[in-house]
């Protein structure tokens, strides 16, 4: 785990969930007199700023990069794009849409802020001004399933073993266990018409937390780019090879052997039928 220094700055709350956790309204600053901490820097712009009353993490996102002496860098593709920013929309859908996810029973981060800070930023191009914008938010288990090759054996271990409660059929391989939460995660969401769009192996925790709803839909929350609803189908299809993804990359962590029929049929199970997916021969 790496400290940086950061500074308090004053803010503007836009989103507050039921929470008597305090607000971090860090930034990223190497003069500063505060400390935030990153476990990777795969985690971008992603700190951990304290713990709650239950132990768990309290996450800051947006607070600066993860890597760099910068705190911010710029790149020219389109104006948002600027790495290790936030931007208060994306902040607020991912509020938004977790705390929707999470009162279906779906395992995720328990949203607490949305924070704009009253400090100015300006773009190396045009001259324009941005505040940058957190989102708070606490976790059981701060590291990220791709962090393992960025932590200790031995604290996988603890977060793995906690996985017991998950294991009502009796598996005896540890990925197995894990694709069981995250293809029910898939089933519960997709009869909800609800969309993540990014699952990864960066978004879930090694306490299987699904993170990160800022690219996602629901009813409530749809796409507004223009034609994007019109493919649902097909990118509610995609998640399944992704979540695919995510187990087979588990299972490497533990160098546990695949079978893929029994991943197959457990997709089956919960009324996912890759079958209809596959391409014939021709012969």
């Not at 712009?45 to 911010?72: A, C, E, P, Q, W």
Request: hydrophobic share 35%; charged share 25%; with cysteine.
């Amino acid at each position: 785990m790496i400290s940086y220094k950061a500074k308090k700055t004053e803010f503007e709350i836009i989103r507050s969930a039921d929470t008597c956790n305090t607000p971090f309204p860090f930034i990223r600053y190497g003069e500063g007199i505060d400390t935030i901490y990153c476990i990777s820097p795969l985690h971008g712009r992603s700190f951990i700023v304290g713990r709650n009353k239950d132990g768990h993490f309290i996450i800051s996102k947006g607070n600066g990069l993860s890597y760099s002496m910068h705190t911010f860098i710029y790149t020219q593709e389109s104006q948002p794009q600027t790495w290790g920013l936030l931007l208060e929309k994306d902040a607020i859908r991912d509020f938004d849409i977790g705390r929707e996810v999470e009162a279906l029973g779906i395992k995720t981060n328990k949203m607490e802020y949305v924070i704009k800070l009253n400090q100015d930023f300006i773009y190396p191009t045009n001259g324009s001004l941005v505040n940058p914008v957190l989102l708070q938010y606490s976790v059981e288990c701060p590291y990220r399933i791709c962090d393992f090759a960025f932590i200790a054996a031995e604290q996988i271990q603890y977060e793995v073993q906690k996985w017991a409660v998950y294991n009502e059929y009796g598996y005896t391989k540890k990925h197995m266990v894990a694709a069981d939460v995250l293809i029910r995660n898939l089933r519960i969401m997709h009869d909800n018409n609800i969309l993540h769009n990014a699952i990864h192996i960066q978004n879930y925790t090694w306490a299987l937390e699904l993170l990160d709803f800022e690219l996602g839909r629901t009813n409530n929350h749809p796409h507004d780019q223009t034609g994007y609803e019109q493919y649902l189908t097909e990118f509610f299809n995609r998640e399944l090879i992704d979540t695919y993804e995510v187990i087979n990359y588990i299972a490497w962590c533990f160098k546990e052997i695949v079978e893929f029929k029994e991943i197959d049929n457990l997709f089956a199970k919960y009324d996912f039928n890759l079958d209809k997916f596959k391409l014939y021969s021709s012969e």
